[in-house]
């Protein structure tokens, strides 16, 4: 071992102290190494050696890249985004309720009692959450699906997954995807931990093939005391919180809200005389997804489609907490809302009070806040009716002995007064800003009422134009009266926190305002007030007259009831005649030919821009003007020279070239600045400076980013899209961010995030009757067009599991867009000519179209399809697997073009060389006429053409084929045939139904299922039955050779007679022809010898044969036993020298 | 004048805005009904123009459902989905029309369309207009041109008429939103002068009065005439002009000028229309905006049918028929435009001059309503 030793030893390694490579690691080394990347340190190393591969990692990269992108959304989430919607999805008895009162008690640390309906909660500084559960229902798991933005997808894992997971997973694809994560319960159920350690991998793994690989999947390992381990939860609820959520493009075109909160406000006389009367119901809720507008059509999930008769924002119930820095939510901004189940902090609005116990503590601690609110529940409780009520009733008296005003006449004097300034206005020239002054004496008191109303009542409309009448306030300022009444009404009723709004207030008080403007002589203010009114006065000017128009019809209802009223106003207010003046200038607008000049018909004297001073107000539009100081070349030069310092670049210099002198131009900047107005001249120090600093920035930029020598892609592209989303996104934010409340939702409508009331008038009495809390009350708005029915077309597929197919015409639930809805589809396949050919069943495995009557929906819609709704346990075990099918919309349109294949099949009747008569194909002239030129065919592929009707048979008609037909053929014509859709649409109603009975939905029966039950049984086709096939046997003519033929032919293919033309008669013939042998006595003699001879020869040879067997038999035995014994004897042999041979062995190792 | 709502159906009375109705009917797909149109006239009921305005509708929608009252004053209008395609369409030689430009991108097929009539109106806007200065507004919402193209076949003056038209248009299933608050300066003037079945020195008059005047503001200006030979000419004599200045920000405003019709008796001396001419464009750049302020309409209705994002644009004074039209966006669709008036940073905007010289400009953002082309057909 020793010498290996020496013979390993290996030089040790001196560094070179010279030459090349000594000096180059001198160099190396006099860097600082240590803050360099690898590509700078060894430059080498990342050099491209080839060209071919760095193409492909260049390449590799970039499909790397690309496939990370996605098409930038603009993101529409609001400031403040309304509340998360958590639903908990899954089987029944697998912990549902448990789950949400442990999440409610982690994040809130109250514990309910029922969870009953959407439970709001505060969860921290920027996030409010909804809980809602989902009960066993196809139509609730649906309606889930379509507003969830996190589903928890519960499990019991003892048992696994069951088929309601995979459908509600199914609905959720199709709807748009949600956020989910699994929840496996009943974990303790499973004692063996080898075998709960497989059931979780395996559930996983199935969870993951459903959602996405790698989803998360929370195991709950077991209840102590009925809640889950404290620890879980507590995991649980922190990845609810952390959790980012991708828009869905349904959502992002669509308002929806969840209603959390109902009240029907129909009088209780009207009940009471007739509890089946059409009822107004309230419906509040969070706006979520985009604005909902005023005055859109919603769908109702489950009852159908309404016009939201009255929409207003309410204080939000359950705010999230200020935004002072904290870093954590105090106890009491930890807030709950769920007025279904009970809970919820004290609101009080327009139709009832709330009262909430927060948990037990809450008493103790009274605070202002409380006090106050117990004042306020008190004045409320004792009231009977609503405040509409209230204040229509409310008169109003204006002078001591006066006529009573009641709000209705009034909003009738504003829209006439509105409607009055309007016409003024726009009969002015454009250039006025529409600052008249109503100078009527009046025009300030029926303001001041206005006010009143609109401050008192806290209705929509006023609120929405407050900033309206503001502004009339504004105009007439001379008016004593008006400032009087209006110190009143300011202050006579509390007012929401609009008012705190700083522009609001002070364009309230802009009476008093001129007081303190001249006093403290703030100009800024000034001028800020003038933009505000000017701008208020053009959206007055606009839609002034408008706003009141919606409120038309009830005025006018009013306006029958007033009709002696009227005559005792009309003396104050002098209604007729403006109401008289202004149906002059209707009428004078009714029929005048519309023109989009600026300048109707009428040429105004136009201005003679030629002049010097005409001239001199347009100049500056052209480039020749003067430009801003940011764009001008000039300024920009004069900048970059400033910056430049001594250096003058751009100051005199020659051009060598042409010899030309310039010189900097001193003349011509004085000359624009005498004609423009004046602009900013000279670059100041800061200007000058941010310059700088902006180059600084660009150079660092280019040059200390290393990585910018490497090859790159161009993703600029991508980039500026991604910039455009962003910017778009901003500006929405941020575009209306100071307007005020009322105008905002006028304009914007109500964002999501607001807390809103709706008002259905004529809902049916069954949906208050049969109200159950656990069904999800969704409210979807619907875009422009969605409210209308059309014929849809869409592609479809059955779905894998669903064990039967699909039958055209046959009923079936669809759930498209908000709505779920009956209906009879049309399958069809869309041939190569574009062309839709019915199908009578859906095809397995392949997508197909399907055309029904439903609501119109934007293309690209997914839609899935059922067969019932209908929850008996009997009907899903036997289907297994309810989604039907899935499929997204094509196209809509008003009618369409559905083709069945149809063969008309006729006879000849007669036949010609290549013409023949055909029977049986139609029935009258008429017909066949139509169908002249079409192509038939018969069933061996002869191709023709219908010709011309005949007279005699009717229907008969002539028809040429390219060869001569056979009587036996049978000629097609295929035709096609337009196929219609029946136009049947019935929205699901299954919030209208009884409470126990609300999943027993049943609408249009399939003729099957009738027939069932009826126990119809069709007659079966005697043609399509099974028998017995009766075949004769087919007998061919002989073969004739033509005489001319035969006397060609060689003597041996002649035929030699008639033998081939055999008949019963010839063969008699022939026999009898034939002549019968009789032998002689020794011919018969010898014959019967050789017989004799003959049969002893066969004997003997028989038992020779017979005797040979048996030698050669006894032959083999005898050999078999020869070599029998041979066998044994080798055998014995061998056995012998074996056993020698390993004595001999034995010896030898005994001897070893 | 607001329409009455009776059972989702807009009540609305006279004849006047007539087309706006029944386009916004069109897009929005709402059924309205026009009562006493001309009731208190002498010829009471529809005109040729306008009825021959619902025949083109028709044509290029499926399903819509017209019913007129017997006298004529009364008109039931259920719209139909948009189809587009292949339409050949002989106008009335009354009016003019502009309501393809607004449907076009909203049909299932791009519009291949071809009119037929008078090409230049009196009170409406003409082909040259409408393809100088409409086209390009139309190009800001679809961004990608394929295949958008007006294309003068023929001219036709009025009263007799015989030009043709082709018009195509791509479809889009939806608009993007659109802000622009710059315009730019004017950097070039261009125009063209016809003259149908007139002598061709009417035209180069025309020309050279009107550059005269425009070379006052800018050197750029180029006007060329179009004298149009037989067939092309259209049936009846007349000459007129139309202006175009382009702004740096790719701005067009438009303006034009035509001569009497033959019938009337009146004589036009081309001197005097295309000095006229030039003064209205100048007029129309002193409004400024970023656009022209006969397709105010046109930019609104585009922007209201934007997505659901924020659109602003910066245009000038706003006409009568676009405060017409902004309260018909807002009872067909909900939409409302917020309007703000635009002040100038100058301090001398108080100044009694100045403020009528830099015309008020007004600043309309609206949120789209995230109109998608329904008819639109996917694969």
Not at chain 1, 888 to 912: C, D, R
Request: with cysteine.
């Amino acid at each position: 071992m020793a010498d290996e030793a020496i013979f390993d030893k290996k030089k040790s390694h001196r560094a070179k102290h010279a030459g090349r490579k000594a000096e180059k690691k001198k160099k190396k080394n006099q860097v600082d190494q240590s803050n360099l990347s690898a590509r700078q340190r060894n430059p080498k190393a990342f050099a491209i050696n080839s060209a071919v591969r760095a193409e492909r990692q260049f390449r590799r990269r970039e499909d790397v890249i690309s496939k990370k992108q996605h098409i930038p959304l603009v993101d529409k989430t609001p400031l403040e985004p309304p509340p998360i919607v958590v639903a908990v999805v899954g089987p029944p008895r697998v912990g549902k309720t448990t789950v949400i009162n442990n999440l409610i008690k982690s994040f809130v640390k109250t514990n309910v009692t029922s969870t009953n309906g959407p439970i709001t909660i505060v969860t921290s500084k920027k996030r409010r959450l909804t809980l809602i559960e989902c009960n066993n229902d196809v139509n609730s798991m649906i309606d889930i699906a379509k507003c969830a933005d996190l589903v928890l997808l519960l499990c019991d894992a003892s048992f696994g997954f069951e088929m309601e997971i995979f459908e509600f997973l199914n609905i959720c694809q199709v709807h748009g995807m949600p956020k989910i994560m699994g929840v496996l319960t009943h974990l303790d159920m499973i004692k063996n931990a080898k075998k709960l350690k497989m059931t979780k991998k395996t559930l996983k793994h199935r969870f993951w093939t459903e959602v996405y690989p790698g989803a998360k999947l929370f195991y709950l390992s077991g209840i102590i005391h009925g809640e889950y381990l404290r620890n879980e939860i507590k995991n649980l609820s922190r990845f609810i919180s952390v959790m980012k959520f991708r828009p869905l493009s349904w959502r992002m075109t669509h308002a929806y809200i969840l209603a959390d909160r109902l009240e029907d406000i129909t009088s209780q006389d009207s009940i009471r005389k007739d509890p089946k009367i059409n009822r107004d119901v309230v419906l509040y809720g969070y706006v979520r997804g985009v604005p909902l507008m005023k005055d859109s059509m919603v769908h109702l999930a489950g009852v159908g489609d309404m016009k939201i008769s009255e929409l207003s924002y309410l204080p939000d119930p359950c705010p999230l907490p200020s935004s002072e820095k904290k870093r954590h939510l105090m106890e009491r901004e930890r807030q709950i809302y769920a007025p279904f189940s009970g809970v919820g902090g004290i609101v009080y609005d327009k139709d009832a009070v709330y009262i909430e116990l927060k948990g037990s503590h809450s008493h103790k601690q009274e605070d202002e806040e409380t006090n106050e609110k117990q004042a306020l529940l008190k004045s409320v409780v004792e009231t009977t009716e609503t405040v509409d009520e209230q204040m229509q009733e409310s008169g109003f008296r204006l002078f001591s002995g006066g006529t009573v005003i009641y709000p209705d006449m009034v909003k009738d004097d504003k829209d006439l007064q509105n409607r009055e300034s309007q016409n003024n206005e726009s009969s002015s020239d454009e250039s006025d800003s529409g600052d008249e002054n109503d100078s009527d004496n009046d025009s300030g008191i029926d303001q001041s009422e206005k006010d009143t109303t609109g401050k008192s009542s806290k209705l929509p409309w006023d609120n929405n134009s407050e900033s309206d009448e503001d502004d009339e306030d504004d105009e007439d300022d001379g008016n004593d009266e008006a400032k009087n009444l209006q110190v009143d009404k300011l202050y006579s009723h509390e007012n929401d926190s609009d008012e705190i709004d700083e522009e609001h207030k002070s364009s309230d008080a802009e009476d008093f305002s001129i007081k303190w403007k001249e006093k403290l002589g703030e100009k800024a203010s000034l001028a800020y007030f003038e933009r505000q009114k000017t701008s208020k006065n053009i959206m007055k000017l606009v839609y002034g007259e408008f706003e009141i128009g919606n409120k038309r019809k009830e005025d006018e209802d009013g306006n029958r009831d007033e009709e002696s009223d009227e005559e005792e106003i009309g003396g104050l207010f002098k209604k007729v005649t403006s109401s008289q003046k202004r149906k002059q200038a209707d009428k004078e607008q009714l029929d005048l030919e519309e023109c989009s000049y600026f300048y109707n018909r009428n040429k105004p004297h136009l201005r003679d821009w030629t002049t010097e001073e005409n001239k001199k107000l347009i100049i500056n539009c052209f480039v020749t003007g003067k430009r801003g100081a940011d764009e001008d070349a000039e300024e920009l030069l004069k900048l970059d020279d400033a910056s430049d310092g001594e250096d003058e670049v751009y100051g005199d210099f020659e051009d060598l070239e042409t010899g030309e002198k310039h010189i900097s131009k001193q003349q011509p900047e004085d000359k624009t600045e005498e004609v423009g107005s004046k602009r900013k001249a000279e670059p100041t120090k800061s200007d000058i400076l941010d310059k700088k600093l902006k180059l600084k920035a660009k150079f660092d930029a280019e040059y200390d980013n290393p990585d910018d020598h490497r090859i790159k892609g161009d993703h600029s592209y991508y980039e500026s899209l991604k910039a455009e989303a962003l910017k778009q996104s901003q500006l929405n934010k941020s575009v209306f961010e100071n307007l005020d409340n009322g105008l905002r939702v006028e304009v914007e409508g109500f964002r999501p995030g607001l807390y809103v009331r709706m008002l259905f008038k004529n809902m049916p009495s069954e949906f208050v009757t049969n109200f159950d809390s656990s069904y999800p009350l969704l409210i979807g708005a619907l875009n422009m067009a969605e409210q209308n029915i059309g014929f849809v077309s869409c592609k479809v597929k059955k779905h894998r599991w669903y064990k039967k197919i699909l039958k055209t015409n046959d009923p079936l639930i669809i759930s498209l867009g908000w709505r779920r809805f009956q209906t009879l589809p049309i399958y069809s396949k869309i041939e190569d000519d574009l062309k839709c050919r019915y199908l009578k069943y859906t095809p397995e495995h392949v997508t197909c179209n399907m055309h029904f009557y439903g609501p119109i929906t934007p293309q690209n819609t997914g839609f899935l399809a059922l067969q019932t709704v209908n929850n008996n346990s009997n009907e899903i075990k036997q289907l297994g697997f309810r989604i039907a099918a899935t499929g997204s919309v094509n196209e809509i349109n008003k009618s369409t073009q559905i083709m069945k294949k149809l063969k008309l099949v006729g006879t000849p009747l007669k036949i010609y060389k290549k013409t023949a008569f055909i029977k049986d194909m139609f029935t009258s002239t008429l017909e066949v006429a139509k169908f002249e030129g079409a192509k038939v065919k018969t069933v061996s592929g002869i191709r023709g053409q219908i010709k011309k009707a005949l007279n005699k048979p009717e229907g008969a008609f002539r028809a040429t084929f390219e060869d001569k037909i056979l009587m036996s053929d049978v000629i097609f014509c295929r035709t096609w045939f337009k196929v219609d859709v029946s136009k049947f649409y019935a929205p699901v109603v299954n919030l209208l139904l009884p409470i126990g009975a609300k999943n027993a939905w049943q609408g249009m029966k399939t003729k099957g299922q009738l027939k069932r039950e009826r126990n119809i049984k069709v007659e079966a086709n005697t043609d399509s039955m099974y028998t017995d096939i009766v075949r004769e046997p087919k007998v061919f003519k002989p073969l004739v050779i033509p005489k001319e033929l035969q006397k060609g032919l060689p003597y041996k293919l002649k035929p030699k007679e008639k033998t081939s033309t055999l008949t019963k008669k010839n063969i008699k013939e022939k026999l009898s022809n034939r002549v019968a042998v009789i032998k002689s006595p020794h011919e018969q003699k010898v014959a019967n010898v050789m017989k004799m001879l003959k049969t002893n020869f066969e004997k003997k040879r028989e038992v020779q044969k017979a005797s040979t067997a048996e030698r050669l038999k006894k032959f083999k035995k005898q050999q078999e036993e020869e070599e029998w014994r041979k066998i044994k004897r080798q055998k014995e042999l061998k056995k012998k020298i074996c056993r020698h041979l390993s004595k001999i062995s034995n010896k030898k190792q005994t001897q070893m | 004048m607001p329409a009455i709502l009776q059972n989702d159906v807009l009540v609305y009375k006279g004849s006047n805005l007539f087309r706006q109705r029944l386009l916004l009917a069109t897009l929005s797909g709402r059924a309205i009904k026009i009562e006493e149109i001309r009731s208190s006239f002498d010829d009471p009921g529809l005109r040729e123009y306008e009825v021959n305005l619902i025949r083109l509708l028709d044509k290029i929608t499926n399903g819509s459902r017209v019913e007129l009252s017997e006298t004529g004053t009364s008109l039931y209008f259920q719209p139909g989905i948009l189809i587009g395609g292949q339409v050949t369409h002989s106008c009335c030689t009354q009016r003019g029309i502009e309501v393809l430009l607004a449907l076009g991108p909203f049909c299932k097929e791009p519009l291949n369309a071809v009119l037929q009539g008078v090409t230049h109106h009196e009170l409406d806007v003409s082909v040259d207009k409408v393809k100088s200065a409409a086209l390009p507004i139309l190009l800001k919402f679809i961004l990608v041109d394929d295949g958008l193209e007006l294309k003068v076949v023929r001219r036709g003056a009025p009263p007799l008429g015989g030009g043709e038209i082709v018009f195509k248009c791509p479809v889009r299933r939806h608009l993007r939103p659109l802000q622009c608050s710059k315009w730019g300066m004017v950097k070039r003037i261009r125009g063209v002068v016809y003259a149908l079945r007139v002598s061709p020195t009417m035209a180069n008059r025309v020309v050279e009065a009107a550059k005269g005047v425009m070379l006052n503001f800018l050197p750029d200006v180029y006007i060329n005439t179009d004298q149009c030979r037989g067939a092309n000419a259209g049936k009846s004599p007349g000459f007129g002009v139309s202006l175009v200045a382009e702004t740096t920000d790719k701005t067009f405003y438009c303006a034009e000028a035509k001569s009497a019709e033959v019938g009337s008796g009146e004589q036009t001396l081309p001197e005097d229309l295309g000095r006229e001419c030039a003064h209205m464009l100048l007029d129309e750049v002193r409004r400024g905006g970023a656009v022209d302020s006969s397709f105010q309409w046109l930019l609104a209705l585009w922007m209201a049918l934007g997505q659901k994002d924020v659109s602003e644009c910066v245009v000038g004074p706003l006409s009568d028929y676009t405060i017409k039209f902004l309260q018909h966006l807002k009872e067909f669709f909900g939409v409302m435009f917020k309007l703000e008036v635009l002040r100038s940073e100058d301090d001398e905007s108080s100044d009694e001059e100045d403020k009528f010289a830099i015309a008020q400009k007004i600043k309309m953002t609206c949120v789209g309503i995230g109109y998608v082309n329904i008819s639109k057909r996917t694969l």
